[in-house]
Each structure stands twice: as C-alpha cells, then as structure tokens.
C-alpha cells in the first residue's frame, strides 16, 4: 500500500526516507517486507506522511473522541494533548528502548510534529503553543542522550521542524519576538543536522517572516544565505520558492522593478517543475498559482491595485481559514488602492472576523495596517463599522 501511494503521488524513495528520518534503502526494504514483521513507529509515520488511512496499513485506527469541555483553556490544551496523543497512538505503542537505524525515535516524533500542523488548521495558535513547546523539551530531551552523529542528526532535523512550527505559531499570535526566536533555532538545528536543504529551506522561512514583518532588506539578507548554502546544484523548486520570497521583500522595499523580476523568476520556475512530489522539507508542490497570490501579496504592499486585482482572486483564497483571510486582506488592500473603499473593508471584516475567532494576531494586525492606509477624516459607515469591530480588541 505505501509503495502504490508513493509511485501514485510520483514521489521517490529517498524522498519518503527524508521526510521520515530514513535512509532510500530503508524505504526499499519496508516497502519490500511482505509478510515479514513490521516496525509499527515506521509503518504509522510513513502513513501519516502518505495520508493513508491507519487501517489501509494493518494499524488500529484511533480517532480522539470530540472535545467535551466548557471552553476553558486548561481543557482545552488537554484536549489538545489527547488529539495528537490519539494521533500517534499506533507508533507510541511500540516506541522501541533506543532509536535503530532506519528512523525510529525520531519519525515517531516528526509524526507528532505533524499531527498539530493538521491541528493548526482548525486550531488557536494560543492553545497549540503550550503543547509544541511542550513537544520541543522532548524532542530537546532526547537528543541530549541520543548516542551516535547519525541518530542525533536525524533528531536534530527533528527539532527543526518542530522549531519552526512554533515560529509560525508565534507570528499567528503576533508575538514577533518569540516567532523570531524559534525560527532562528529552525536554523541552528537544521545546521546541526548536516542537511543544507533543510537549512535553506529554514532560512527562506526566516526570511518570509521578515519580509511579512516589514523588514525587506534582512529578508533579502536571508534569501541570498539561502541560495549560498545550497549552491549551484539546489532543486528547482527552492529556487522558485526563494525568488517568491525575494519578490515580496523587494515589494516591502518599494522596489517594484525588482519585484516583478523575482515574480517572473518564480512563475518561470514554478511552470516548469516536474511532476514529482517536492522534496523534504517541502510538503506541498510549488506551483503557478502561489506565484499568482505572492504577486497579489507584493501588489498590496506596493499599492497597485492591477497587481492584485487582475488575478482571479477567488481561485487564489485557498488553503484553511486563517491562511486564506490573510490572502483576503491583501485583497483589500488593492480594492482600497483602486478607491474601491466599499469594497475593501467588507472583505477587511470578513478577514477580521476570522482572525478574531482563532484569536490570530498576526490577521488582526494586517487588519489594522489596512485601515491606517485610509486617511480620511469622514469615513462611510462600513469602514466605521469595521473600527467598532475592531475596537477593544488586544490580543
């Protein structure tokens, strides 16, 4: 079943291997076990990855039972804690004494790591950041008496993931301090891990956040590390992701020229990457229209209205509630660019309305660089809706 999944979605063996913590030969041999025994951490993660159903693979299928809690915090983070313990039940269950060559301790605990990103979706940032700071201490733990270059290599990968998960969770509650923290930690452990893809990719992350943040110049900063860790020989797809990123830190910039030429740079790279799965780290495919939404997120921060609303906006709003309201104010941005106020701040408190139901910082505060771009002192009555919204609200 791995196998047919794996050729189905054009994806390799040494690719599963990286995003598992395995080697190509290790893959090759799951894949070739028949009826041999199998180690159950291994054959959970690889389905996890996969997303094939437990059962389809021989595993007990635990699903958490709905959270029953009164909203409060405290049970809701335990709730939390039992999803993804449920989640990860069938590897748990067999966890071996020590890590063995083919993965191990540490594709149990990337399994974890990949339970809350699908929780993430769904899920406050507020309540997953407890549990992932929670999953970092032991993923810290563990590496500290891990014996062997190879075992605390993987680990340390690991802990990069992790690490830049709970960077991305900060800049989602607006704490860019901490987000700032962990991401440079991404990094770190990705060097420690020996794996210049994994580091490159960690620095393109940095360097979106701090595009996102305003700081245009450290963001281009980062990218050209990123290229130089890499080199001649990085895959197509960093590159076009890099040249994304390069855009919109040449747009906080307000250097439009060159924002249209890493825009170029991108689609170019993006229209012509095989049809394979992405290598690890990347788990989603780069493609044409995410190059289209970063043109729509370098327009609105640029102020043309052409560059954002000559693209099919409703086909770019993808990705779950809190991904695709930040899109949406971008949106908003251009129609306010265009004069279409209207327009603008209905799309602006349908985006602040989302972020204020995840509790996410980082949308309200795109909300508010909205409206500071309106300078009026006669408002209409929806931008006046919108600051009745929007006022008393700290988070």
């Known amino acids: 079943m791995i196998e047919l999944v794996r050729n189905d979605r054009r994806m390799t063996q040494t690719a599963l291997g990286q995003a598992l913590g395995m080697s190509q030969s290790a893959v090759s041999r799951l894949e070739k076990k028949g009826t041999s025994a199998y180690s159950t951490d291994i054959l959970a993660a690889a389905a996890a990855h996969l997303e094939i159903p437990p059962a389809l693979v021989g595993l007990a299928d635990s699903r958490p039972l709905g959270p029953q809690n009164d909203g409060d915090d405290v049970n809701r983070r335990r709730f939390i804690g039992g999803a993804v313990a449920a989640a990860a039940a069938p590897a748990l269950a067999v966890l071996p004494e020590t890590a063995d060559a083919t993965g191990g301790q540490a594709a149990v605990l990337r399994l974890s790591t990949t339970a809350y990103r699908r929780l993430d979706g769904t899920t406050p940032s507020r309540d997953l950041s407890e549990a992932v700071r929670a999953h970092m201490r032991l993923i810290r733990t563990i590496t500290h008496t891990a014996t062997g270059d190879a075992e605390r290599g993987r680990l340390a990968a690991v802990g990069s993931e992790a690490a830049s998960f709970a960077g991305w969770l900060a800049w989602d509650t607006g704490d860019n301090g901490s987000a700032r923290s962990w991401y440079g930690l991404a990094v770190k452990a990705a060097r420690s891990a020996g794996d210049p893809l994994l580091t490159a ?167 508010r660089a909205v409206r500071r771009s309106l300078t009026t002192s006669s408002p209409p009555k929806v931008v006046r809706e919108f600051d009745e919204r929007l006022h008393g609200v700290y988070l």
């Not at 990123?226 to 307000?254: C, F, I």
């Open 201 to 367: 990719y960690q620095a393109g992350s940095l360097a979106q956040f701090e595009a996102h943040a305003g700081n245009g110049v450290e963001a281009l900063n980062l990218t050209r590390r990123a290229r130089r860790v890499l080199g001649s020989s990085r895959p197509a797809v960093a590159d076009a992701w890099l040249s994304s990123v390069e855009a919109l830190a040449h747009a906080v910039a307000g250097d439009r020229r060159s924002a249209d030429k890493a825009l170029t740079a991108a689609r170019a790279g993006a229209e012509n990457l095989p049809e394979e799965a992405p290598p690890w780290p990347w788990v989603f495919t780069f493609t044409p229209t995410k190059v289209a939404a970063a043109r729509v997120a370098c327009g609105a921060r640029l102020g043309l209205a052409d560059w954002v609303l000559s693209e099919d906006t409703e086909a770019l709003a993808t990705g779950h509630d809190k991904q695709r309201e930040l899109l949406v104010l971008d949106i908003a941005a251009g129609h306010l660019a265009a004069g279409r106020v209207d327009a603008a701040f209905a799309l602006a408190i349908r985006a602040l309305e989302t972020g204020l139901r995840y509790r996410s910082g980082r949308t309200v505060e795109r909300a």
